[in-house]
Each structure stands twice: as structure tokens, then as C-alpha cells.
């Protein structure tokens, strides 16, 4: 059996640092396409497997939009703050800021379609 050879790229190992133009690949030693699985608490205290699949800034903020890998009709927008212990989701709460960011995202969204 052969060994699988990591493709070698310029970024850190665990990190890419590609942007926009990237080309690495699934054998990269960045990782950067591997998908970012998380598992969430619902109010129930269910636990949900889910995926980070964009994060987006906004007046100052990060935010990431994850969806529900065993509801595909169920997507999730947390704002990411950053931490000592590293970033961590957070709900948003407020009703207008949530409504504005949804305008937000499906102007992305948009723009990424026409591309």
C-alpha cells in the first residue's frame, strides 16, 4: 500500500492562508478542506453534529453560518467572538440584528451566485 503524500503548501500546518485564491486540496497539510464539524446543544439539550460553512464580517463583527448535518433545512448564524480560550459561538439574540444580518447573508449569497 502506498503511502498518501501531503501536498506541501505555504500556509501553516492547520491554517490556511490562502485566501480567496486558494488552491489547496484535500490532501493539503493546512487543512483548509476539511470541513469545520461542531457539535451544538440544543434548548432540548439535544446534541446536533453541524458545519461551519461561511463566516461573513459586519459593523465590526464575525459572524459564521452553520448548518444542521442531520436537518439540512435547518441553518444556524452565531456571531464569533474570540476568547483566551480561543473563539467560541455566540447566539444572536436581539430580533432586528438578527433580521438585518439574514439581509445580509442572502445579499452574500446572491452575490456568490452571480459570480
Known amino acids: ?5 501531503k501536498k506541501v503548501c505555504n500556509c501553516a500546518e492547520g491554517e490556511c492562508t490562502c485566501g480567496d485564491d486558494c488552491k489547496c486540496d484535500e490532501n493539503c497539510s493546512c ?3 476539511n470541513p469545520l464539524i461542531i457539535e451544538l446543544e440544543d434548548d432540548n439539550g439535544k446534541k446536533v453534529k453541524a458545519q461551519i460553512v461561511g463566516t461573513f464580517d459586519d459593523n465590526g463583527k464575525s459572524y459564521a ?3 444542521d448535518l442531520d436537518n439540512e433545512d435547518n441553518s444556524y ?3 464569533v467572538q474570540s476568547t483566551e480560550n480561543g473563539d ?3 447566539s444572536v439574540d436581539d430580533e432586528k440584528e438578527f433580521d438585518r444580518l ?6 452574500l449569497i446572491s452575490e456568490n451566485t452571480e459570480k
Open 1 to 5: 500500500m502506498e503511502k498518501e503524500e
Open 65 to 67: 453560518i452553520v448548518n
Open 77 to 79: 448564524l452565531f456571531e
Open 102 to 107: 439574514c439581509t445580509v447573508v442572502d445579499k
Open 88 to 90: 467560541m459561538l455566540v
Open 31 to 33: 487543512g483548509c478542506n
